[in-house]
């Protein structure tokens, strides 16, 4: 997460706020994407409406100074922003909307301790509130060609890749996939390939169950997931921490390079798994599984079709 210098956080016709105060006057901005995923459900829309409340109470036990939140294509379920801590160290400040893969994310960073990570500086779990590190100069892994981001994303998956000591807190990646397959159950009218589909979510239940390895997987690691740093080369922003099969973990990146897995699904995944040290047919069932099955807006996009039928077993 890069970091600016942190200055008026607030939206007003107003004076504007002091150092670390906050006006109850002034409305608070929200990115469009954040605005527009809280407002999916009753319980994140109840916590859009806390959030000036919450921000106001951080500030303070936290002795932060608050600056404008980031507003682009990552940013969809978080309230995420620069701040000056009372030293005038500058960190970010990350809140995240109430949301199944997100609810253990500060204890992965924890486990992983910076390496390759970003650091948790300190956090609220109650609150779903987390202090980073900042990234500087926080260029994302998107500025790069993709050849060069399979390299990066590939180790920075065998760095996470560890198994946690028991007892611990992570969830196994099956529960996702039940999740899912729930979500896409519910919208059976709208599937275009009834076929494929159930194909999928057969493999959402078997794939979990036949994996010979599990350890903690990042689920959400692609291109604009991994900042340039300082202290590293690149390092990892917004894990979504599940225990579970590695080969699962590359997906996200393939479905993030769409044009090349379109036009050479197999040569791209087998790329893909030969740098993370994975076994490519799983891979390859797993972004099948996902292309046909996952839960999604819109069920005529033909883009996934394409894709699914390409890898169908």
């Known amino acids: 997460m890069p970091c600016s210098r942190a200055g008026d956080w607030l939206a007003t016709s107003g004076p504007g706020p002091s150092r670390r105060g906050y006006n109850r006057g002034m409305s608070l ?20 409406d806390h959030l000036p409340e ?12 608050i600056g404008a939140p980031f507003d682009n294509d990552e940013v969809s379920c978080a309230w995420v922003a620069p701040v ?34 970003v650091r948790l500086l300190k956090s609220d779990d109650a609150l779903g509130a987390m202090l980073l ?9 998107r500025s790069v060609p993709e050849p060069e981001q399979d390299s990066v994303i590939a180790g920075l998956l065998r760095r996470l890749w560890r198994s946690p000591s028991a007892p611990h ?3 196994p990646l099956s529960l996702l996939m039940k999740h ?12 275009p390939d009834a076929g494929l589909v159930r194909e999928g979510l057969r493999l959402f239940e078997e794939l979990p ?25 690149w390092l990892v922003i917004d894990p979504k921490p599940f225990v579970g099969d590695p080969a699962y973990d590359s997906t996200q990146h393939l479905f993030n390079c769409e044009a090349r897995l379109r036009s050479d699904p197999e040569g791209t995944i087998r790329r893909m798994a030969d740098l993370a040290s994975v076994d490519h047919e799983r ?17 005529s996009n033909e883009g996934w079709v394409t894709i699914a039928r390409a890898l169908a077993p």
């Open 29 to 48: 901005r929200i990115p469009a994407r954040v605005a527009a995923n809280c407002n999916r459900t009753p319980e994140t829309a109840a916590w859009l």
């Open 54 to 65: 919450i921000l106001r109470g951080i500030e303070r036990r936290w002795s932060l100074a």
């Open 84 to 117: 000056t801590l009372s030293d005038g160290t500058g960190a970010v400040l990350k809140l995240g909307m109430p949301h199944l893969e997100g609810a253990h994310e500060a204890d992965g960073l924890r486990l992983w301790a910076g390496d390759p990570t």
């Open 133 to 141: 590190e900042c990234c500087e100069p926080g260029t994302p892994l």
């Open 169 to 171: 807190p992570f969830r």
């Open 180 to 191: 899912w397959s729930d979500e896409t159950l519910a919208d059976v009218e709208r599937w």
């Open 209 to 233: 169950r036949s994996a010979r390895a599990e350890v903690l997987l990042a689920t959400d690691l692609h291109a604009g997931n991994v900042l340039r740093s300082k202290r590293e080369p």
């Open 283 to 299: 891979v390859r069932l797993w972004t099948f599984a996902r292309a046909a099955a996952e839960p999604r807006d819109d069920w």
